[in-house]
C-alpha cells in the first residue's frame, strides 16, 4: 500500500486525512504521526498483527513494551484502577505535554483496558505491573487518538538506535499513513491548524 501524506495547509483534507488515519489504525496499520517533539509511529494496542509489524518497524524484540498514547489525560483511568498521588498530581500538571508517566497497575488483568486489550498483548503495554502514558500536546495528535477510539501504543518513528525524528521521516513502507507532516513536529506546535 501507498504511503499517504496528510497535509495541515487545507483544513478539509487535515480532517479527511486524520479520519483516514484513525480509521487505518482500528483496522491494525501503522501510522506515523507529530507530537509537540518528535514524530512517532503508532499502532492499535488490541491487533498482534499491527504490533508485530510496529516492532519489525522500530527494530525492537518482543520483551520491550510500549507507551500507551491517550487523547486526554481522563483516559489514563482505563490503565490505571488507581493511580497513586503522584501520578495523579503530575498528570494534571503536565498533561498534555511532553511527559511520559511510568505508572503501576498491582493487577492489569483488572484494568478496565483488559476488557478490550487480549491477555497475551497486555504484556505489550504493561511489563511487571508497570505501564507507560503519555497524553501528547498536539492537535493531530489529540484528534487522532480521539477518533482512533482504540488503545494505541507509540514510539518514536525511528529505527532503533537512531535519533528520533523532529522532521518529517522518510516514506516507510510498514507505514502506509501519515498524519500531517509538511513541517516539524516544533512548527506544527507553535503553528496548529485550525481544526473544523
Request: glycine letters at 4%; a positive charge; hydrophobic letters at 40%.
Amino acid at each position: 500500500m501507498p504511503t499517504v501524506v496528510v497535509s495541515a495547509e487545507n483544513t478539509d483534507a487535515y480532517a479527511s486525512g486524520l479520519a483516514a488515519a484513525a480509521a487505518a489504525l482500528r483496522d491494525g496499520r501503522l501510522v506515523v504521526f507529530p507530537t509537540e517533539t518528535v514524530y512517532g509511529i503508532a499502532a492499535c494496542a488490541t491487533r498482534p498483527d499491527a504490533l508485530k509489524r510496529l516492532r519489525a518497524a522500530k527494530g525492537i524484540d518482543e520483551q520491550r513494551p510500549f507507551t500507551v498514547h491517550l487523547a486526554q489525560r481522563q483516559d489514563a483511568s482505563d490503565y490505571l484502577r488507581q493511580p497513586s498521588p503522584l501520578v495523579r498530581r503530575l498528570a494534571r500538571r503536565a498533561w498534555p505535554g511532553p511527559l511520559t508517566l511510568l505508572a503501576e497497575e498491582t493487577d492489569p488483568a483488572q484494568a478496565p483496558i483488559a476488557r478490550k486489550c487480549p491477555a497475551d498483548l497486555l504484556a505489550s503495554i504493561y511489563r511487571e505491573h508497570l505501564i507507560g502514558l503519555r497524553c501528547p500536546d498536539h492537535p493531530a495528535a489529540t484528534r487522532l487518538l480521539a477518533e482512533a477510539n482504540v488503545p494505541v501504543v507509540a514510539t518514536s518513528a525511528n529505527q532503533h538506535g537512531q535519533p528520533s525524528p523532529t522532521t518529517c521521516p522518510a516514506p516507510w513502507p510498514l507505514c502506509p499513513i501519515r498524519p500531517p507532516m509538511q513541517s516539524t513536529a516544533a512548527e506544527h506546535a507553535t503553528t496548529r491548524p485550525q481544526l473544523s
